[in-house]
């Protein structure tokens, strides 16, 4: 008993093993920057009264939603946490800001060569249905390093998901009245990329 008890304190405090994370980037700050002592508090970017931390938890909560009624266990994080988690899927979503405004779009990231074909498989998907530029995968250091790979374990299947440029009027307002359907179809994907 003893020995049992000395063991679990030393494994690292893992949250949860579930089936899919999805993280809203921004969601919870300033607030939680201090409260988990985050150094680089990043509050994400704005078109005028849009933020970019009130529209990432739109999609995020979509998405969870939708992959909890396929029978998916979802551990739904915000953009700053303790916790380590294990999962067999993990995505990070967010919109991109570009000044000069409409010089990006949508875009990729991820953290290893084993995760490529993941989020080749998004890009080909995303697409057919984002009628505006595909800016590419990896294209800053923030997206190719993003600091939530690093709080999650899902080898071949983690990617940040850039869904467009929010500073480019012309796609704000494209995305603008889809943040349901936009998770709608991460969930889909997930769900297709997931199911044997």
């Not at 405090?13 to 993280?23: F, L």
């Not at 849009?50 to 909560?61: F, K």
């Not at 939708?66 to 999962?87: C, E, I, N, Q």
């Not at 074909?117 to 190719?144: K, L, M, Q, T």
């Amino acid at each position: 008993m003893i020995l049992a008890a000395l063991f679990a304190t030393l494994r690292p405090a893992w949250a949860d093993h579930v089936d899919v994370v999805v993280q809203a980037g921004h969601q919870g700050r300033p607030q939680s920057c201090a409260a988990l002592r985050v150094s680089a508090c990043n509050l994400g970017t704005a078109f005028g009264a849009q933020l970019e931390r009130n529209w990432t938890p739109i999609v995020a909560d979509a998405a969870a939603a939708a992959l909890r009624r396929d029978g998916f266990t979802v551990k739904r994080r915000p953009a700053d946490y303790a916790a380590h988690d294990r999962a067999r899927a993990a995505v990070f979503l967010h919109f991109d800001g570009s000044a000069p405004a409409c010089r990006s779009g949508a875009s990729v990231g991820f953290p290893a060569a084993i995760d490529a074909r993941f989020a080749h498989a998004w890009e080909d998907r995303y697409r057919a249905v984002f009628p505006f530029h595909f800016a590419g995968e990896n294209i800053s250091r923030n997206e190719a390093q993003y600091y939530g790979f690093r709080k999650v374990d899902a080898p071949g299947k983690t990617m940040l998901i850039e869904f467009g440029e929010m500073t480019c009027a012309v796609q704000e307002r494209w995305m603008a009245p889809r943040l349901h359907e936009l998770g709608i179809e991460v969930a889909r994907f997930i769900s297709a990329e997931l199911r044997p």
